[in-house]
């Protein structure tokens, strides 16, 4: 039996979310250069990413549960930015997902913004992406960073990753210190350059030169991924009949929920 999830506004049954015609799959990837493209391949030859996405397990969030919290919050987020944009109300409610309970409350809009993307930031009226997005997938991210003050990079990214799932993963400082840098001990891939770095308080993403543009090519290589994997990720049922996803067809989040659990493999549970 199908389970139901609330919809924390009034927008969700006012105006029905829109979802992507079953055609539309990610952008293609774009900028990655043959080396690392072979190191990507050698890890697609290595791993069953249909195994590391039902190992994704965040809270509730597990397969055996249908991962009820990421599957209202698609719902949530997908419809503001239809609606009337993304609030920072919805921004504290990701973080809140994510277990940011330290700084959820100093997480504001800049001179008191409400708004922090506006309506039609990610989709068309139609519901599709927003094609300026395959070239610019950065310019999301900047009117958030511009917009919002005290969530970083892990928090921002994660706001797109549940309003375009199709377009968008979070980059969080597990995947980084795995596939990036900062933290040598567990490092296995060097897919990025960007850095995380831990001051006794917790691990947090680097923001120096190589953020934001890094996350451009992190986001290029969830395309990559999503493009060169079979039609066999197993998503669970709910978010198929609700017309999240396609059935079998890998999205950026859907690669980026497997590429976490290869990297919690390593960083463990209190990274």
Same mark, same amino acid.
């Given at each position: 039996?199908?389970?139901?999830?609330?919809?924390?506004?009034?927008?969700?049954?006012?105006?029905?979310?829109?979802?992507?015609?079953?055609?539309?799959?990610?952008?293609? +990837?774009?900028?990655?250069?043959?080396?690392?493209?072979?190191?990507?391949?050698?890890?697609?030859?290595?791993?069953?990413?249909?195994?590391?996405?039902?190992? %994704?397990?965040?809270?509730?969030?597990?397969?055996?549960?249908?991962?009820?919290?990421?599957?209202?919050?698609?719902?949530?987020?997908?419809?503001?930015?239809? #609606?009337?944009?993304?609030?920072?109300?919805?921004?504290? !409610?990701?973080?809140?997902?994510?277990?940011?309970?330290?700084?959820?409350?100093?997480?504001?809009?800049?001179?008191?913004?409400?708004?922090?993307?506006?309506?039609?930031?990610?989709? #068309? +009226?139609?519901?599709?992406?927003?094609?300026?997005?395959?070239?610019?997938?950065?310019?999301?991210?900047?009117?958030?960073?511009?917009?919002?003050?005290?969530?970083?990079? #892990?928090?921002? #990214?994660?706001?797109?990753?549940?309003?375009?799932?199709?377009? %968008?993963?979070?980059?969080?400082?597990?995947?980084?210190?795995?596939?990036?840098?900062?933290?040598?001990?567990?490092?296995?891939?060097?897919?990025?350059?960007?850095?995380?770095?831990?001051?006794?308080?917790?691990?947090?993403?680097?923001?120096?030169?190589?953020?934001?543009?890094?996350?451009?090519?992190?986001?290029?290589?969830?395309?990559?991924?999503?493009?060169?994997?079979?039609?066999? !990720?197993?998503?669970?049922? +709910?978010?198929?009949?609700?017309?999240?996803?396609?059935?079998?067809?890998?999205?950026?989040?859907?690669?980026?929920?497997?590429?976490?659990?290869?990297?919690?493999?390593?960083?463990?549970?209190?990274?």
């Amino acid at each position: 039996m199908l389970r139901l999830y609330d919809i924390y506004h009034p927008a969700f049954n006012s105006r029905p979310f829109k979802c992507k015609s079953e055609k539309n799959m990610p952008f293609r +990837p774009q900028r990655l250069n043959s080396v690392l493209i072979q190191k990507l391949d050698a890890f697609l030859k290595a791993n069953s990413f249909p195994d590391l996405y039902r190992a %994704y397990a965040w809270n509730k969030d597990t397969y055996e549960n249908d991962f009820p919290d990421i599957h209202r919050l698609e719902l949530h987020i997908a419809t503001m930015d239809q #609606t009337t944009g993304i609030t920072i109300s919805d921004v504290k !409610c990701v973080a809140k997902w994510g277990g940011n309970w330290r700084n959820q409350g100093r997480i504001a809009g800049r001179a008191g913004r409400t708004v922090v993307l506006p309506p039609h930031t990610l989709h #068309t +009226p139609e519901g599709a992406a927003v094609a300026q997005l395959q070239d610019e997938p950065l310019a999301p991210l900047l009117k958030l960073d511009a917009s919002v003050t005290q969530a970083g990079p #892990t928090y921002l #990214t994660k706001v797109l990753r549940f309003g375009l799932p199709q377009e %968008y993963g979070a980059i969080d400082t597990r995947c980084v210190r795995v596939f990036g840098c900062g933290n040598a001990e567990i490092r296995q891939q060097d897919w990025i350059a960007l850095r995380a770095r831990n001051n006794g308080s917790g691990w947090f993403i680097v923001a120096d030169k190589a953020w934001p543009e890094e996350y451009a090519t992190w986001i290029n290589i969830l395309r990559y991924f999503a493009s060169q994997l079979p039609a066999n !990720c197993p998503h669970p049922r +709910p978010f198929v009949a609700a017309r999240l996803r396609t059935a079998g067809g890998w999205e950026c989040a859907d690669v980026e929920m497997a590429l976490f659990s290869y990297a919690s493999q390593f960083a463990g549970r209190g990274a």
